[in-house]
């Protein structure tokens, strides 16, 4: 089944302790994306990926850092988290559009942070 | 990047057409118009796309006017399970450009019984 995955799908750890939320897809698609969701603004864009080894960042990438080093995997990783970074963060992946491909978004289902 | 403009929140009776509103003035000639919907906290769902012709799949139907300015996303009979969250976001066509998606915070669709 083609998919995104979370890990973990909750999480509740400590201001300051390094965490990293895995992400993998099965699709062999070359864009990633990372995605944060807070009450009353909506999906915001953190890092993305267009292919191994190429990152750059999104609209809220201040605290997160991202690796792309295998190209079904995008992990997120949050150095010293803050209380700020309590969140729903979603994967994404797709194909760029073009050559066939109409370049619709895969998300995963959702990892629920919070930080106390 | 266009940026969109999506009502907040509508309601729609069981049934009927919802007819869900976008405003993108800014979009540029290769820029595609996209909708997704988000069902309670799930992963958002890919519904529908265009580029400046009406589309139809077996979800909704995308009505994008002559100017490419605004379109409007059909969901033709809609049922208590289509309550959700609708953006409609702008992306460029092709490999070129930049893949900053900006999402909005969408429309908010209650289907009433």
């Known amino acids: 089944e083609a998919q995104v995955t979370q890990n973990p799908r909750y999480l509740i750890t400590v201001t300051g302790k390094k965490l990293t939320v895995t992400c993998s897809q099965n699709?062999?698609?070359?864009?990633m994306s990372w995605y944060r969701q807070d009450p009353g603004l909506g999906l915001r864009q953190i890092y993305y990926?267009?292919?191994?080894?190429?990152?750059d960042k999104g609209d809220v990438p201040e605290g997160y850092k991202v690796s792309r080093k295998e190209k079904r995997n995008f992990p997120l990783i949050l150095e010293s988290p803050s209380p700020n970074q309590t969140s729903l963060y979603f994967c994404?992946?797709?194909?760029?559009?073009?050559?066939?491909?109409?370049?619709?978004?895969?998300f995963g289902p959702g990892t629920r942070l919070t930080v106390t | 990047d266009a940026k969109t403009t999506q009502p907040p929140s509508m309601d729609c009776a069981e049934g009927r057409a919802a007819n869900l509103p976008c405003n993108h003035s800014?979009?540029?000639?290769?820029?595609?118009v996209y909708w997704y919907r988000q069902i309670h906290s799930q992963g958002p769902q890919y519904i529908i796309h265009?580029?400046?012709n009406n589309e139809t799949n077996e979800m909704a139907s995308l009505i994008i006017t002559e100017d490419r300015k605004s379109s409007t996303l059909i969901l033709p009979h809609a049922t208590l399970r289509d309550t959700a969250v609708y953006y409609c976001i702008v992306r460029p066509r092709g490999t070129s450009g930049t893949y900053k998606y900006i999402f909005g915070t969408g429309t908010r669709l209650k289907v009433l019984a």
């Open positions: 800014t979009i540029s000639g290769n820029e595609y």
């Open positions: 994404a992946s797709s194909q760029p559009p073009g050559q066939g491909a109409i370049g619709e978004q895969y």
């Open positions: 265009g580029l400046k």
């Open positions: 990926s267009m292919n191994v080894e190429v990152t």
């Open positions: 699709m062999n698609h070359e864009y």
